[in-house]
């Protein structure tokens, strides 16, 4: 998915639904079985070139990461992490061009200053940074952005659920 920044919805929620029974999914319970959501907003030149590429080497990572494609990752605003933790996302992976490979030149020196920044801010916000990551991966590693996906769903399961800004989803 190209992001649109012209979209007129408020976007899709990523809060689970209850389970059959009405009493809530093991997700919302943090069940041995919960796996988190993930978002990962990837650049369209490097990163989702490489997440393609781990698609089409038919590698296994899991499948609870939704990826969303920017051209750079500058074009990552904060609030777009923020927000995505704030509809039901329990971590969000930002993945972009290794430093000196941007498209952009320097978009991603950028990136870099931005989110170390904003990861400091995230404690004022009451979550642990360890929430969202940021990490380089080129069009030719697949199996590192296999694994940096596997890597960082288990850390967050570790996190268990996002319950930050649950009541706001209610
Ligand atoms: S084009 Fe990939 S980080 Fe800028």
New binding site residues.
């Given amino acids: 998915m190209l992001l649109n920044q012209n979209c007129p919805g408020e976007g899709q929620d990523l809060a689970p639904a209850p389970g059959p029974d009405g009493a809530g999914s093991p997700r919302s319970e943090g069940g041995e079985d919960w796996t988190p959501n993930l978002v990962g907003f990837c650049?369209?030149?490097?990163?989702y070139a490489g997440a393609d590429l781990a698609g089409i080497n038919r590698l296994q990572y899991p499948p609870n990461l939704r990826i969303i494609r920017v051209?750079?990752?500058?074009r990552v605003n904060p609030m777009f992490i923020l927000r995505a933790l704030q509809k039901g996302a329990d971590g969000v992976l930002v993945a972009?061009?290794h430093p000196g490979?941007?498209?952009?030149s320097t978009?991603?020196y950028y990136?870099r200053r931005r989110f170390h920044i904003f990861q400091r801010h995230l404690e004022f916000f009451g979550l642990d940074p360890a929430r969202v990551q940021l990490e380089?991966v080129s069009a030719a590693e697949g199996k590192r952005f296999a694994d940096v996906v596997t890597e960082m769903t288990e850390r967050v399961r570790k996190l268990g659920p996002n319950t930050r800004f649950r009541s706001n989803l209610l």
Avoid: A, V
Wanted: hydrophobic share 15%; net charge negative; aromatic share 16%.
């Fill in positions: 650049c369209n030149w490097c990163s051209l750079c990752s500058s972009g061009c490979d941007c498209h952009y978009g991603n990136t380089w």
